[in-house]
């Protein structure tokens, strides 16, 4: 009779540590794949990719994520370049017409943080050259882009300035230069308009691609952008 008892508590302990353990297991799995799919609608919704995701063989010089820039501070803690996807793929499309012509793209700056550019504004408030935080620059909307141009083993070629360069000789009409230096300025602009983005007066460097400029303005910091977007990291 005892032994039956202890088969009886046996069998029905068994019983129910096996109910908890697949209950326990089901409700894993399901959190797992409901992590998945939140992970991946982000990805869609998420405004923002990686550049070099886009556009491998493209040269960065973040110049904000180093000292080397005008606020003599490091203000990105990455040297990563975001923009918008459409005005990605629309960049890709200017590298590759202007490696036909022996030229890449070398970009300075990219999507900028709206915390980033209030920070600009306190050092240069002067709408030429650092847009106005009250409006909001076309880099915290992730459509503009810095840009200089390299040859095809990525070494600098001839321009009007080095950039943030914030003199008259930096203006796109400005003419005191040598050939090459205006000759590489127009062949950046011509590449550069012929797939959509617009240029300004005072930056030889700067775009921003005309169809995205009624976007957002954005501040989501660098890391956060990394943690949604698939990087190299
Ligand atoms: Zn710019």
Request: glycine share 6%; charged share 30%; aromatic share 10%.
């Amino acid at each position: 009779m005892r032994r039956l008892e202890r088969w009886i508590i046996t069998g029905i302990s068994l019983v129910f540590l096996t109910s908890i353990f697949l209950y326990v297991r089901t409700g894993e799995e399901k959190s797992a794949g409901e992590e998945a799919q939140v992970a991946s609608e982000t990805r869609t919704q998420f405004p923002l990719v990686e550049v070099k995701e886009v556009i491998p063989d493209i040269i960065l010089d973040i110049r904000y994520a180093t000292a080397d820039n005008f606020t003599g501070k490091v203000l990105y803690p990455s040297a990563d370049c975001f923009l918008l996807e459409e005005a990605a793929l629309a960049l890709k499309a200017v590298q590759d017409d202007l490696k036909e012509q022996g030229f890449r793209l070398k970009i300075y700056d990219g999507y900028r943080p709206f915390s980033v550019q209030k920070k600009m504004w306190e050092v240069m408030p002067n709408p030429n050259y650092v847009a106005d935080p009250q409006k909001g620059s076309m880099h915290n909307r992730g459509c503009a882009v810095d840009v200089g141009l390299a040859d095809m083993e990525g070494r600098d070629v001839e321009m009007p300035t080095e950039f943030d360069n914030f003199t008259e000789k930096a203006h796109r009409d400005y003419q005191h230069l040598t050939a090459d230096a205006i000759a590489h300025r127009r062949i950046l602009k011509e590449a550069m308009e012929r797939r959509g983005f617009a240029s300004i007066r005072t930056e030889w460097w700067h775009f921003s691609f005309k169809a995205s400029q009624n976007k957002p303005v954005l501040n989501i910091p660098f890391e956060a952008v990394k943690s949604v977007v698939p990087g190299r990291n």
